[in-house]
């Protein structure tokens, strides 16, 4: 029987580059001969990307309602848990993801204020015991991170048409979820120039590489 593929999450507010350093992960990973899924949420699957676009749509016809909004975000992770990252990990690839439920308690429990207990109870449904192996919290100042996103030009999203102070308590909720898991983050300063960036993020991985094959 194979051994279970480890999880492997990268968590931040928009534009820390969680995108740019997914690719950096995986790169790291397959150089050791592994099998590795890229995926990301909301989305990873048809039917979890098309729940992507819905909650991604500044559609101002009808604004989204908060419950539904989480609820949403559990559907995506639910199917995606069930068709590719639960599938994978049992043949023994490794997946590395965009966002997890980190971003739930940071974006719907610290962005908007959902009590956290309601968001643990679909957590603990959907999820049972699975849980990241590692998340690589990227952190930087959020005007900063904004300047970025600005710069890419694309038109924003539902999300990032939030105001400061959002992001600020998205901020502050990733690193209360850090506090709490010590073990499971590594917190990496996101504001460098990407060349330092992502030699910190090989440092990391390396030890942990170390730390899981002794
Ligand atoms: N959401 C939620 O509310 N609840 C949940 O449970 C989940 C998600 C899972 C979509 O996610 C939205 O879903 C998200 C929260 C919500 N909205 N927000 N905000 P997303 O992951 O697609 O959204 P995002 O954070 O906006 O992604 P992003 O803008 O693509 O950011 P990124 O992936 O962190 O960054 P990037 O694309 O790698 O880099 C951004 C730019 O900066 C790019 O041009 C890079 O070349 C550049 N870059 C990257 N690193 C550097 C450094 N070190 N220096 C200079 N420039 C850099």
């Known amino acids: 029987m194979h051994p279970r593929g480890r999880f492997i999450t990268l968590e931040g507010g928009e534009g820390v580059g969680k995108s740019t350093n997914t690719t950096l992960v995986c790169e790291f990973l397959r150089e050791r001969g592994l099998e590795v899924v890229a995926t990301r949420e909301p989305g990873g699957t048809p039917r979890g990307e098309a729940i992507r676009e819905l909650l991604l749509d500044p559609d101002e016809l009808e604004p989204l309602d908060e419950d539904a909004e989480l609820l949403l975000i559990f559907a995506a992770r639910a199917q995606h ?27 719907q429990g610290g962005g ?43 038109a924003p999203d539902r999300f990032e048409r939030e105001r400061g102070t959002f992001f600020e308590a998205v901020r502050q909720a990733y690193h209360a979820r850090a506090a709490a898991a010590p073990r499971r983050f590594e917190i990496i300063d996101a504001a460098r120039p990407l060349e330092a960036v992502q030699a910190e993020i090989r440092q990391r991985l390396q030890a942990r590489w170390s730390l899981w094959n002794t």
Request: with cysteine.
């Open 112 to 154: 908007r204020g959902i009590d956290r207990q309601r968001i643990g109870s679909l957590e603990a449904l959907v999820q049972g015991a699975l849980q990241p192996d590692l998340t690589l919290l990227l952190d930087m100042p959020v005007t900063a991170a904004r300047e970025r996103v600005v710069a890419r030009g694309n």
């Open 81 to 107: 848990l069930a068709r590719l990252i639960r599938p994978a990990l049992e043949r023994g690839a490794w997946v590395v993801c965009d966002r997890f439920t980190d971003a739930t308690f940071a974006y």
